[in-house]
């Protein structure tokens, strides 16, 4: 099943915790502290595959964790680091924080990556705390959780040319006769449910990606017969082939200009995308009048005539796409921003908020993490905390902020009484 678009949660292994332990030799009574750190929680990473074609395989599965750090052990042994879980996805996926809607990466180019939750830090053993005022150390800090995200993906299809045009214009059908690819067709509206890629090879060295685009309709920008859905393939495309059937009855320059309409309300952009307009099935035309009155419609633009089914002027309008490929960049239209690894924000200094009266929180990046690092069930970790708080400034500026004792404190998830 094609699967363009995906909300999955990622989440970073959790970092391992440092070890308290002491060394334990014959004739070696005092050895000293010799707890190992912990190993550090692995990534989520997300990375585009050419062996991918559609996000099918985060229909079902919508949180992926990666592994986390093994703790510290004794003997100066550092845990091992998580292994980073790599999401593998189409060429062509835009990845996108789903809270806030930010572009976080544009991944066009096979074996391109990017950083999507990065793990926690291992916390430090025990060994690392020994100092000349103590020299036996009790405490070590625990893991870091890593970075967790929901994170909205969309595949946009990565293609040089995309064809467009309403249900039923024989854009399968030139696809299948210009390239190698096999679309399902036949003959209502429709069809075609999901866009299809073919290569046209022009010799040895040249070729180029040519997308079919499903049929779109009136109100397509709005999202109407899957219009939105349809519409974000053609948005990396350099050239349009604008198809149109000129033997269906109806009228061919309000179809051209419906379409354009379309692309314009979605986005501005594709309108100013160059167009090769054709028209399809002329082998069913019993008189050229109505080639003749569609040129007059939309003068000066330029009109190329094909049959596909009959293969008539599809070699020439090859020629003429290839022509035109050559005069235009290869540039995305989408220009994403700077591409860089999702970092928490860190918040100004230390901050104090009242939640009531006798109730403070306190908050903080430095605060945080250090909350976070420590083992409130060991009693000399507690009073390393204490002290690195007082460090901080975290108790003068409760005391400016008017607290007395006996107030309750909250930093983390963790609750004190202030004395």
């Known amino acids: 099943m094609f699967i363009d678009y995906v909300t999955i949660e990622v989440e970073g292994g959790k970092g391992g915790n440092g070890a308290v332990s002491f060394r334990r030799e014959k004739y070696i009574p005092r050895g000293g502290p010799d707890g190992g750190d912990g190993g550090h929680g692995g990534s989520v990473i997300i990375q585009a595959s050419p062996e991918y074609t559609t996000l099918a395989a985060f229909r079902f599965q919508k949180v992926f964790k990666a592994e986390p750090g093994v703790n ?96 039923n214009a024989g854009k399968s059908t030139l696809l299948s006769v210009i390239s190698a690819a096999k679309p399902k067709i036949a003959d209502y509206p429709f069809t075609t449910l999901t866009p299809n890629l073919g290569v046209v090879q022009l010799g040895k060295d040249k070729s180029f990606v040519v997308a079919d685009i499903p049929g779109l309709i009136e109100g397509a920008h709005k999202g109407k017969g ?73 003068s000066p633009v330029e009109v190329m005539e094909i049959s596909a089914a009959t293969t008539q002027g599809t070699g020439l309008l090859v020629q003429r796409i290839a022509q035109l490929l ?59 905390f204490q002290r690195m708080a007082k460090r901080m400034g975290v108790f003068e500026q409760l005391r400016r902020q008017g607290i007395k004792e006996g107030d309750t404190v909250i930093i983390g998830d963790m609750e004190f009484t202030y004395e």
Do not use: W
Request: charged share 25%.
């Open 326 to 384: 050559q005069q235009l960049p290869k540039a995305s239209l989408l220009v994403p921003e700077t591409m860089e690894t999702i970092v928490l924000s860190p918040e100004p200094g230390i901050v104090i908020s009242r939640q009531a009266e006798d109730v403070f929180v306190v908050s903080g990046r430095r605060v945080d993490i250090l909350a976070a690092k420590t083992d409130f069930g060991n009693d000399e970790a507690v009073l390393n």
């Open 72 to 167: 510290g052990q004794g003997g100066n042994r550092h845990g091992k680091n998580g292994a980073d879980l790599i999401l593998k996805v189409p060429l062509g996926t835009i990845v996108y924080d789903d809270t806030n809607g930010r572009l976080l990466a544009d991944l066009e180019g096979a074996g391109q990556e990017f950083v999507l939750a990065k793990g926690g830090k291992g916390g430090r053993g025990n060994a690392r705390f020994a100092s000349s005022v103590n020299r036996t150390p009790k405490n070590a800090e625990l893991g870091l959780p890593g970075q967790g995200f929901k994170i909205r993906m969309e595949l946009k299809l990565v293609a040089d040319v995309g064809i467009i045009g309403y249900p």
């Open 226 to 298: 899957l219009g939105h859905q349809f519409l974000r393939h053609i948005e990396r495309t350099r050239l349009l082939v604008h198809l149109i059937d000129i033997a269906s009855g109806r009228d061919p320059a309000a179809d051209y200009h419906q379409i354009n309409c379309e692309l314009a309300r979605f986005n501005p952009r594709l309108a100013e995308l160059p167009q090769v307009v054709v028209l399809n099935k002329i082998d069913l035309l019993e008189n050229s009048q109505p080639i003749i009155q569609f040129k007059e419609d939309v």
